[in-house]
C-alpha cells in the first residue's frame, strides 16, 4: 500500500514538472499575414496570345501580345511588361506596376508605355481571381479607363481594356492570353 501511494505522488510530481516546462516554453511567434500581392499569384509567368482591339468603324485589328508578370522590387511590387505587335508595325513597349496600398485597402497600378509621358495611375479591388482597377482622370474630361485582369483557369489569362464614355464603358481590347513556359 505504502508502495502505491509513493508511485501516486512520484506520478503527480513528475505530471506537475513537465506541466511547468511545457508552461514556460516559449509561444510560437504569430505568422505574418500573407501578402496581398500572393493573391495576385494568378497573374504571374510568362504569358503570350492575341489582343483584339474594337475598330467598329473599321476593320477588325488583332496584334500578337506577350505579357511577363513577376514579383520585384523587394516584393513589394508585381511588375509587368507588355508588348503587342500589330501587322507592319514595331512592338509596343508597356510597364505597368502593381502594388496594395494598405491604408485605401485598394490594389494601385501605375502605367508606363511609349505613347505617353506620364504614367497613369490605377486603383481597384480583387474579387476571386478577377482584379478590376479604374484609372483617375488625368484632367477634367479626360477618359477614364477600366482594366480587368481574369484568369477563368490556371494556363489561361485575359486582360479587358475599356474606357468609359459617359456611363457606358465602350471595349478598346481583348487580350487573352495562354501561359508559356517560365
Known amino acids: 500500500m505504502k508502495r502505491l501511494i509513493y508511485l501516486a505522488v512520484f506520478a503527480l510530481l513528475v505530471l506537475f514538472v513537465v506541466a511547468r516546462i511545457i508552461a514556460q516554453q516559449p509561444t510560437p511567434p504569430p505568422q505574418p499575414a500573407a501578402s496581398p500581392l500572393d493573391a495576385l499569384a494568378f497573374l504571374q509567368g510568362n504569358w503570350t496570345g492575341k489582343q483584339n482591339f474594337n475598330n ?7 496584334g500578337d501580345a506577350t505579357d511577363r508578370i513577376d514579383i520585384c522590387i523587394a516584393a513589394k511590387y508585381l511588375c509587368e511588361q507588355l508588348s503587342t505587335t500589330m501587322p507592319g508595325r ?4 508597356t510597364r505597368h506596376f502593381l502594388s496594395y496600398d494598405k491604408q485605401s485597402g485598394k490594389y494601385t ?19 476571386a481571381n478577377k482584379l478590376v482597377l479604374t484609372s483617375k482622370a488625368a484632367a477634367p474630361g479626360a477618359p ?23 456611363d457606358t464603358w465602350t471595349r478598346l481590347f481583348l ?3 495562354s501561359k508559356g513556359a517560365n
Open 144 to 166: 477614364v479607363l477600366r482594366a480587368t485582369y481574369e484568369s477563368p483557369s490556371k494556363d489561361a489569362l485575359t486582360f479587358l481594356l475599356e474606357m468609359q464614355r459617359g
Open 90 to 93: 514595331k512592338p509596343t513597349d
Open 109 to 127: 497600378a501605375w502605367w508606363f508605355n511609349d505613347t505617353s509621358t506620364h504614367p497613369t495611375e490605377f486603383t481597384g479591388d480583387l474579387t
Open 56 to 62: 467598329p468603324n473599321g476593320p477588325a485589328m488583332a
Open 175 to 177: 487580350t487573352t492570353y
